[in-house]
């Protein structure tokens, strides 16, 4: 499990293509606390460390399959990419964000870039089969990193991005058009579950 809160920007050192794709990934860990087996959120996909190493500087080691490819934006991931980590939560560490898994229901689009004051207003295509699981005030986690939902108008929604979010994150490159990693809040899954278990009961 994760929180959202990104605490490393890390960048794509290579990718091998054998079956799955192995991913090399430079970070600022400390990869000696770093265990082989450890999951790292990377743009929001929990993934495994199968790797590590210091030379020529701190690295890990992952590896995605098709099917993962095919539900997440990895599969424009590219040599020098930045890469917003996040590790997994222990017990007792402060849950500043929402809980997110690192399970991507799907890809939404960046729409528009907006300044507004010091911020940064962005808004978000999502697709239609995820869209009702967005709602106004609610979280998701957008290429790991947990927004709240400003305002929400069919499938398209907004959230507002401060200046510190957009400095420690990948956000500050992102561009209109982008593919962006969409995890939406688990409550609002099960509630929306349940109501339609309510609907297709007799």
Known sequence: MFTGIVTDVGRILGLQQRGDTLVRIATGYDVAGLDIGASVACDGVCLTVIARGTDPEPWFEVEFSAETRSKTNLGNWAQGRPVNLERALRVG?????????????????????????DSTRIRFRAPDALARYIA???????????????????????????????????????RPGDPVNLEIDTLARYVARLRDWEAEAP
């Open 93 to 117: 560490d402060e849950l500043g964000g929402h809980i997110v898994s690192g399970h991507v229901d799907g890809v939404a689009e960046i729409v528009s870039m907006t300044p507004e004051g």
């Open 136 to 174: 106004p005030k609610g979280s998701v986690a957008l290429n790991g990193t947990s927004l709240t939902v400003n305002e929400v108008e069919g499938a398209e929604f907004g959230v507002n991005l401060i200046p510190h979010t957009m400095r420690v994150t990948t956000w500050g490159a992102a």
